[in-house]
Each structure stands twice: as C-alpha cells, then as structure tokens.
Nanobody, 123 residues
C-alpha cells in the first residue's frame, strides 16, 4: 500500500523559508514522478513542482521558479520542497503526489496523494 506523508508546513513571515518533506513508502518508486501541488481556499488544486526519482528531472510552475526547489533522497525515499522568499500568495495546503512515468502538471494524472500540510505566509 503506497503511503505519502507530508510534513514541514507552518506559519512563516513573508520573505521567510520552509522545507516540506514527503516520505514515500509501500513500493519502489523508480520510474515514478513526484509532484507538489497546492490548494488555497476557494481555488483549484494547482501544480507547484515535480521531480522524477530516476533522472532527477525537475519542473516548476512559473509562480515559484527561482524561489522553490524540489529535491529527493533516494535512500530515505523522501522528496523535499525547499521554499524561499515566501509570499502571502503562497499560502495554501501543500500536497505531494506520485504517478508512474513522466511528470504531469495535472493533478488528475497522479495515482497517490498525501494528506497535505498547511503553509501560511503572513504579510
């Protein structure tokens, strides 16, 4: 049974940093892509970043390029999202997700989801 568990969310002032973690278990994830998404109140779930387990390919939404960095630790089966220069508009529940094959920016393409972690950025 695949399980994704996010952690690292919290309250931070604008300009600050947080690092989210997503611990994956239940199978071998080589050949999988891991996505980070976020959902603010009243808005649809939106793509933030993605990373592949096998070749370290990464992709980012335009709104976070240059501020967020996705990385992975194969030995720990964990992916990370380093978030710097946070803005109030980054406030949302952040989710990690997993899918086979290449990454996708569409949440419906992902098979597995974590429970989410709240990130709140105060101005």
């Amino acid at each position: 049974q695949v399980q994704l568990v996010e952690s690292g969310g919290g309250l931070v002032q604008a300009g600050g940093s947080l690092r989210l973690s997503c611990a994956a278990s239940g199978r071998t994830f080589s050949g999988y892509a891991m996505g980070w998404f976020r959902q603010a109140p009243g808005k649809e779930r939106a793509f933030v970043a993605a990373i592949t387990w096998s070749d370290d390919f990464t992709n980012y939404a335009d709104s976070v390029k240059g501020r967020f960095t996705a990385s992975r630790d194969n030995a720990k089966n964990t992916v990370y999202l380093q978030m710097n220069s946070l803005k109030p508009e980054d406030t949302a529940v952040y989710y990690c997700a997993a899918k086979t094959g290449p990454y996708s920016a569409y949440p419906t393409r992902y098979n597995y989801w974590g429970q989410g972690t709240q990130v709140t950025v105060s101005s």
